[in-house]
């Protein structure tokens, strides 16, 4: 018997899963790495701690299980899109820490290259602190020599999965969906775009080659590496979604609906972006709406391990039952501006209708809905671009563990969710993808048979009830933007 | 049933007044004017707690803080929450082996708490039943929490006329805590099963329990048959990861 193993590099950690034949986990192993905060606003990964750590989840993931190299049929690689690495092609050196896709360092630098729907129509994105290109042109313009190093073709660039392909195979290559959240790939082409790279002043040299997300890259230990999807195409493709018109949405750090749009791009009028959810080898690209949200997991986290009412994640559910409703206070967590559909980098966190009444419950409760009351905008959006309403959410992520939250959002969008039976779909994504170019799984079809419901929640909130939260919600959204000002960091 | 016991009220004052504190801490005097109680009551209530390791003193005479023995008391509780946030991954893989929907059991009072439930993998509609309650005696679940823990009081009610007395299920609990598994055949609804396994956390207690629930015809050879064994090992090897997970193994 042989299996896939999934390495998923996130933002906070890095992690690797083993998968047998029917999608089911066979182990699992996990190390955090440091979240490095040199300013407000700024969030910087060491690169080289990743590489080091991957390694070992692999080697721990494999010890746990059993297994040797011998017993994997493929690595699959999924990871934390946009996050930025330069590194010196000669020694393997990373030139700076990685600048993560929350970092908003490149703000100014986003106004100085003009309309934000510039680049929309080539890349599909508005131009946002959140992609990687904007990162890239920040190196090159703050590491000293590092322009002259890149002309001479010295140093590469990447985003993680590049730099995980990098030192497993030796080879300088992306995947369609990465490269697709750096503003640098044009959508029509699938290729480098000449005017945003001579935009943002980035040599072609250091740019990787753009292959698909499923395909054998090269070989690490004998085993063939893969596939490579952006973690939430990977939770797409986890969940597959293969069909236009399917969907999801996957809860971990931030919140992303992603819906597939077909062999087609479409562009979105409501602040969504336009992005490749997947490409099979030779097979033409799936395109994808996105509604991209920035921060919902990792309020829950915040408020862990900097307010400190909870000592673990899933603690939040049992204070927040404390209560039997957020007491009026609604937690709007702009930490790093507001992302879909809003894109307001001007825009920073506000607790509002906080009153003397308001306990820690009611906080637990507002950290919650947050996560909920954020999807109802980007369901929304989706819903007007599409003409179609959403009529079933399939989630996934870490806080589908959370039954409270997920009874709430089923009752703020007033459609069932539904949770599948792997809820790790991102790093199941990657495996599928990763098992169909190596024959491990012969088709699609065979692995939407995999595809089963695990739990669903219905609504049951008072219309009149939802209408006015979400219209407190809107208020308290209000509030957050135009809060930086020019002479702030 | 008796009124609440004054001395108890009193002793819970006390505690939750050292926990106030914080780090600083309190002699006889500071507790008997905060409290508005007679220093002898107050420090016969301190004694009494200092014995069972509630409260301690850094010197003979001086002041009062909270015990170890009350911390291991917190830590000991598990959040139903975090085990199921802990169990996700296990919980889903056994229902796609099994094929069957799973449950992860916690005690309540004297019944089960349903705390996770994963659907029967067939897309079928069901119902979501997180949260609800379980008789212990008729179901692998309850059985498996009871053998590893303490026998609730109270009747035990007659589901079916497969469903074990007193007797009988003392004697089954004796061979759970042998096997290490627990199952029930028609015990609670006639023509259906299921089979459970123990979690347990770092320090090897059993905090819950997972299993699997479904047809007799699925789960069982015959009908009067114990489930198939190769359930079992997926129920066993789900409980195994869970513990693993919670840090109760290292194997």
Redesign the interface.
Known sequence: MSYIAAIDQGTTSSRCIVFDQ????VS?AQREHRQIFPKPGWVEHDATEIWTNVQAVVRDALAKASLTHADIAAFGITNQRETTVVWDRRTGEPVHNAIVWQDTRTDALIKQLGDQDRFRERSGLPLATYFSGPKLRWLLDNVEGLRAKAERGEVLFGTMDTWLIWNLTGRHVTDVTNASRTMLMNLETLDWDPEPVSAMDVPLAMLPEIRSSSEVYGTYEGVPVASALGDQQAALFGQTCFTPGEGKCTYGTGAFLLINTGDQPVRSQNGLLTTVGYKIGDEPAAYALEGAVAVTGALVQWFRDKVGLIS????I??LARTVDDNGGAYFVPAFSGLFAPHWRSDARGVIAGLTGYISRGHLARAVLEASAWQTREVVDAMNADSGVDLTTLRVDG?M????LLMQFLSDVLDVPVVRP????TTCLGAAYAAGLAVGYWPSIEALKANW??????EPSMDPAARDKGYRKWKKAVERTVGWMDEDDD | MPGPIQSIQRAAEVLKLLAHGGAHQLSVGEISRALDLAKPTVHGILRTLQEVGFVEQEVEGGKYRLGAALFQIGTSYLDGNELRAKALNWSDTLAMRAREAVRIGVMHGKHVLVVHHVFRPDNSRQALDTGALLPWHATALGKVLVAFGEWPDGELQRFTRHTLTDDALHTQLNDVRDRDWAYDLHELVAGEASVAAPIRDKRGVVVGAVGISGPVERLCESPDQPPRLELVSYVREAARSVSRELGGLSW
């Open positions: 029917s999608g089911g986990i699992v673990s994640a899933a603690e559910e049992t870490g589908t563990a959370n039954n039976i792997v809820a790790e089963h419901k695990a739990a669903e929640w």
